[in-house]
């Protein structure tokens, strides 16, 4: 089985960036704690601060992998590019989000990727990651 966790801008900060809203833990540590969870799977992980890349991703994947983990970070209210590459690809796509975006600004209420996602899920912290796994085992 292989499953990627796709990241977009500016989550290579995490564990550095406003830590009260998306804690103090590095993405790198918590990969490490999922690959070693979920060691029978093939988990791959990419992140880009570049909506084109993160495109070029999906497409990448899109056709064999068994399922997507994407947090598009801002992107997700901005990219009508995501929400069609999302659209136009056969793996099951998992939205995610670390904080509860319905809590928050208006602006982060909008998902271009909700529409054709499999799940969203929103507002775990990290965990969300872990949930969007299990929901594709
Ligand atoms: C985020 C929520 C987005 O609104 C924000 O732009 C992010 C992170 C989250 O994981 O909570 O960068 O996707």
Redesign the pocket.
């Known amino acids: 089985m292989k499953i990627i966790i796709i990241n ?4 290579n900060l995490l564990g550095k960036r406003e830590p009260e ?2 804690g103090s833990a590095s993405f790198e540590d918590y990969f490490r704690d999922l690959q070693l969870k979920y060691k029978t799977i093939e988990l791959s992980y990419f992140q880009s601060n570049v909506e084109g890349e993160i495109i070029d991703k999906i497409h990448e994947v899109g056709f064999d992998y068994n399922g997507i983990v994407l ?4 992107y ?2 901005t990219s009508v590019g995501i929400g069609d590459a999302v659209k136009g690809i056969e793996t099951p796509v998992v939205e ?6 319905h809590a ?1 600004e208006d602006f ?1 209420h909008k998902s271009f990727i909700a529409p054709n996602a499999k799940g969203v899920i ?1 507002g775990f912290g990290l965990k ?1 990651y872990d949930l969007a796994i299990e929901s594709f085992i």
Do not use: D, E
Request: hydrophobic letters at 40%; proline letters at 5%.
């Open positions: 977009g801008p500016n989550l809203i998306y947090n598009a970070a801002a997700t209210h995610i989000h670390i904080s509860n975006i928050r982060r929103f969300g």
